[in-house]
């Protein structure tokens, strides 16, 4: 079956607007995760969805970013005010069961660029 | 914050040979896995290896852990070019979310 999108692939912007970021998980994949890849570092987490449960937003690194997953599938990434620190590639992923050894499926990423 | 180091940081080596790749952590883990990512995008997931383990394989892979030196290695046999890629190990610390490291960069000449 189809694996886990994210649209768009690329997005620049300037300093100060809006950005949303999508991410289809894969059907039936309870848990979804968000996660920040600055240049040449490891991922970041950023917040994860679990069933109907509410959501870890441990990470998220200030209050200009927000997350939803609508109906337990779709999930939208907000960062409102864009700054110049925020350009990164943000990646989402999925797994079928919300449990810790349970596989993550990554999408290919959303490649952000503040000017 | 980083709870894997991996190390070397880059690593390059010619077709055929082996390559060994070894990640550090911190605190105590439920389990343990690598990730392979090309071209800074999306990760795949390569194997998981549960603290209770000490080694496993999956085709050309052989990962390793010792729980007591909190660290494991990822050793790739006969690389190939193809191999070239940027890997990850990921641990989980009794959440459903993955601490990432840095990440060792490997390139396999032909």
């Known amino acids: 079956g189809a694996g886990v999108s994210q649209s768009p692939s690329n997005k620049v912007t300037e300093k100060g607007k809006d950005v949303e970021l999508r991410c289809d998980p894969i059907s039936g994949h309870t848990a979804l995760y968000w996660y920040r890849q600055s240049l040449g570092q490891g991922l970041e987490f950023l917040i994860y969805?679990?069933?109907?449960?509410?959501?870890?937003k441990s990470g998220l690194p200030s209050d200009r970013f927000s997350a939803e997953r609508t109906g337990g599938s779709v999930s939208t990434l907000t960062i409102q005010r864009t700054q110049q620190e925020d350009s990164a590639v943000y990646l989402c992923a999925s797994s079928r069961l919300s449990v810790i050894t349970d596989t993550q499926y990554f999408g290919p990423g959303t490649r952000l660029t503040v000017l | 914050s980083q709870q894997g180091e991996e190390d070397p940081q880059a690593l390059s080596i010619q077709e055929g040979e082996n390559a060994t790749m070894n990640c550090s952590y911190k605190t105590s883990i439920n389990n343990l896995q690598w990730y392979r990512q090309n071209s800074g995008r999306g990760l795949v997931h390569l194997i998981l290896?549960?603290?209770?383990?000490r080694e496993k394989h999956s085709g050309r892979l052989r990962v390793t852990l010792d729980t007591s030196r909190k660290s494991s290695s990822l050793l790739i046999t006969a690389s190939r070019a193809a191999d070239t890629a940027s890997y990850f190990c990921a641990t989980n610390s009794g959440y459903s979310t993955l601490t990432f490291g840095k990440g060792t960069m490997l390139l396999v000449s032909p």
């Open positions: 290896i549960r603290s209770n383990e």
């Open positions: 969805f679990q069933g109907n449960s509410a959501p870890d």
